[in-house]
Each structure stands twice: as C-alpha cells, then as structure tokens.
C-alpha cells in the first residue's frame, strides 16, 4: 500500500506515543495528556498514514515569517529506510514556504541522517533542560 502524507490531520495521543516508542524517540509516552498538549500546540503536524495506520509524524512550531523549529520527526522503525521521513520533512517545507528557516535538535543517533536531508550541522546553539 502507498503511504499517503497529510497536513495538521487530527492524531490520537495515544498514535503519537505509539510513534515515538517504536521510532525509540525518548519523549514522555506514558503521560497521554501532555503528548495531546503537544500535538494540540504544534503549528504544523504531517502525518504520514499507510491506509487508516499511523506510521510517522513531523511536529512543528513556527511564526512562518522567520523561523520553525521541528520538534519531532519520528517514523516508526518497521517503516524506516523508505523515504518517510525525507517525505515528512519536504512536506513541512512545502507548507512552511521559503522565508522560515528549519530548526532542529537532533538525537545522538541521527546526526548522520539530517544532513543527507539538506540541514546544516550548526555548533551555536544553547539549551536549558526540561526539569522532566
């Protein structure tokens, strides 16, 4: 079956978690009511579905005039190696329009990924760390 992409589609919490899990992304799977929160708050939510199955997610949040950052891109790992997350990311683009630069905090094990997708690697960037 085609994988088919959509943009800022309602998605259950409990699908994101889902996501997340298997795409062994660390966000807060077990509080079902923040994952809403934050799927609620995103500006841009593309949701990539095989049929009516969930199987990837690009979240953002962003003012559209000058910057987005990408919170989560997440593909659930039977799902990996397909083109997914390269779709995920051209669709928020597309979306985005080209004034915007795309942000991102990346995990340690995709550091080799984001570049072959056209993100710069940067060394300027500073954090204050959530207390959970």
């Known amino acids: 079956m085609a994988i088919s992409y959509t943009l ?70 039977e799902y990996q190696r397909r083109g997914i997350g390269t779709e995920l990311v051209a669709s928020l683009r597309g979306h985005l329009g080209e004034e915007a630069m795309l942000l991102l905090l990346s995990a340690p094990t995709a550091m080799e990924y984001y570049p072959r997708l056209g993100f710069q690697k940067l060394a300027n960037a500073f954090e204050i760390s959530r207390l959970r």
């Open 8 to 77: 800022n589609h309602p998605l259950a919490a409990e699908d994101a978690a889902d996501i997340f899990r298997s795409a062994g992304l660390r966000r807060p799977v077990d509080d079902l009511e923040r994952i809403g929160r934050m799927l609620q708050h995103a500006d841009i939510l593309v949701t990539a579905w095989d049929g009516e199955h969930p199987v990837g997610l690009a979240r953002a949040i962003t003012d559209y005039a000058y910057c987005c950052y990408l919170s989560d891109l997440a593909v659930r790992k």
